[in-house]
Nanobody, 123 residues
């Protein structure tokens, strides 16, 4: 059974930074497409970033240049470094694992989800 546990959320002022972590158990993160999604109050869950098995990455347009996804195979953990945060980045951030070969941005392709971690950005 694969389990994903996020951590690192919190409250920051606009322009600040946070690093989210997602620790996996049950299987190696390198065997999945791993993604970060977010869901703001009243909005649908949306794709933010993903890292493929090869290590290549892809990002949503709204995070390019500000967020960086990375993977530590030895720790079986992925990260999302978030810089220059904006109030509109406020959301619950979820880590997810995709066991298929589909598009990293497609929510429906992800098989395992973490419980989420809250990120709040204030002015």
């Amino acid at each position: 059974q694969v389990q994903l546990v996020e951590s690192g959320g919190g409250s920051v002022q606009a322009g600040g930074s946070l690093r989210l972590s997602c620790a996996a158990s049950g299987r190696a993160v390198s065997s999945f497409i791993m993604g970060w999604f977010r869901q703001a109050p009243g909005k649908d869950r949306e794709f933010a970033a993903a890292i493929r098995r090869s290590g290549s990455t892809t990002y949503a347009n709204f995070v390019k240049g500000r967020f960086t996804i990375s993977r530590d195979n030895a720790k079986n953990t992925i990260y999302l470094q978030m810089n220059n945060l904006k109030p509109e980045d406020t959301a619950v951030y979820y880590c997810a694992a995709n066991d298929d070969l589909g598009s990293p941005g497609a929510i429906s392709g992800y098989d395992y989800w973490g419980q989420g971690t809250q990120v709040t950005v204030s002015l």
